[in-house]
């Protein structure tokens, strides 16, 4: 063993002792730095312009669907996550403005991976996905989301709910 050998050894160990103090010394730091806190249910993070989450299924200012049952979501989602069940719109009761409405809508949201393609493929913007990101749930059938969990509220029942109310007072 030549002194050169020796003292390349000795560094070695030497910089094996140094690095748990190194360590120790940016947790340090880090313990030393402000902290930011959020006030989470109170205050939510702004999401980013093009972020997807949560799914919904709009409606027409009239309060009529926008969905008309054509499966073209279903048929673009690559996890295969989407049920459409089509059904045909009578004068009686009108859902959509078009021939078909889609009588049952369900989408796994376990199977889904949020890509996008169900709210790209659809012809009437019917489906979009928003920046709601909390989907916790506590069971695997609470995460199959039906057309009624799905719907946004009619702005017109709205209206009529208020104006009874007046009516009442």
Known sequence: MTLSDFWS???????????PFRGM????????????VVSYPEFRRPMGRRARWRHVLNRYDNGMEKCIGCSLCAGACPANAILVV???NCEGDR???GERYA???EINMLRCIYCGFCQES???GAIELKDVYELAEDSRRKLIYTKEM???PDPNRERVDESMREGLS
């Open 25 to 36: 010394a940016t947790v340090g730091a880090k313990l030393a730095e402000r902290k930011t």
């Open 86 to 88: 089509a059904s045909e």
């Open 95 to 97: 859902r959509s403005p």
């Open 103 to 105: 009588e049952r809508y």
């Open 122 to 124: 659809c012809p009437t």
């Open 9 to 19: 050894d000795v560094k070695q160990i030497a910089s094996e002792v140094v690095a």
């Open 150 to 152: 799905l719907l946004v």
